[in-house]
C-alpha cells in the first residue's frame, strides 16, 4: 500500500551542528572564519551570518564566543596585528653588523618574501586595505607602520654611526626603505611571478652595497 508522505514527516532540515570544543578554540576558529569571509567578500560582507556559516557552525555558537560582531573583529584585528608585526620585527634584528650593511638589509628582504608567501591573507588585511576598511583598522595599522620606521631608523642610524657619511638622513632613509618594501610586498601578493625574490635580493645588495660599500 502506497501511501503520500505529509510535509510532518518528511525530516527537518537540521542547522549546522558544532560538536563542542574548549571556548578558546572555538574562538580561534570563528576567528579564522571571519578573517576568510573578510579576505574573499570584503568588509561590507563581513556578518555573524556570514561567518557561521563559513564556520559551518548555527547563530548561537558565534554568539556563545563573542558578544557581538564588534567584539569579534576587534579580537580579529589583535590577533593578526600582533602576528603580523611580531614577523615584521623578526624580518630586523635589533643590531645590524656595520660591517655589511648590504648583506644584513638583504637577508631582510628574503626573511620578508617568506613572510609574505606563509601567511598571505594577514599581509592582503595590511598592504592591500579595502576602500571600506574601520577607521580603527587603520589606525591600527599605521601606528604599527611607525614602529617598524622607527625599528628601520634605529639600524641605520647604528650604521652611520660607523661611518663618515653626515648627509645620510636616518629618517628619511628609514621611510624609503618601509616605501619600497609596501610596494614589492603589494606586488608580490597580486602579482607573485613578476619579480622574483632573488632579484629583489639581488638589486638590494647592489644599491645598498654602493651606499654603503662593505668594510
Not at 614577523?87 to 653588523?97: M, S, V
Amino acid at each position: 500500500m502506497s501511501a503520500s508522505t505529509s510535509s510532518q514527516d518528511r525530516p527537518r532540515k537540521r542547522r549546522p551542528y558544532a560538536p563542542r570544543v574548549p571556548i578558546a578554540q572555538r574562538r580561534e576558529q570563528l576567528l579564522d572564519a571571519a578573517l576568510a569571509v573578510i579576505v574573499s567578500d570584503g568588509y561590507e560582507r563581513v556578518s555573524i551570518d556570514a561567518i557561521a556559516k563559513r564556520a559551518q557552525v548555527a547563530r548561537a555558537v558565534v554568539y556563545g564566543a563573542f558578544e557581538n560582531l564588534d567584539a569579534l573583529l576587534t579580537a580579529l584585528l589583535n590577533r593578526q596585528q600582533t602576528r603580523a608585526f611580531a614577523r615584521l620585527l623578526e624580518t630586523i634584528p635589533e643590531t645590524g653588523d656595520p660591517r655589511d650593511p648590504a648583506g644584513f638589509a638583504a637577508e631582510a628582504v628574503r626573511r620578508m618574501s617568506a613572510m609574505l608567501r606563509q601567511d598571505p591573507d594577514t599581509w592582503r588585511l595590511i598592504l592591500l586595505p579595502a576602500g571600506n576598511m574601520p577607521t580603527v583598522v587603520r589606525d591600527r595599522i599605521e601606528a604599527d607602520r611607525e614602529r617598524f620606521q622607527l625599528q628601520v631608523e634605529q639600524w641605520i642610524s647604528l650604521l652611520l654611526a660607523d661611518r663618515s657619511n653626515p648627509q645620510l638622513d636616518p629618517q628619511i632613509l628609514a621611510h624609503a626603505l618601509v616605501a619600497c618594501a609596501e610596494h614589492f610586498g603589494r606586488t608580490a601578493l597580486t602579482d607573485p611571478d613578476k619579480f622574483d625574490p632573488s632579484r629583489l635580493i639581488n638589486q638590494v645588495q647592489v644599491i645598498l652595497g654602493t651606499i654603503w660599500p662593505t668594510r
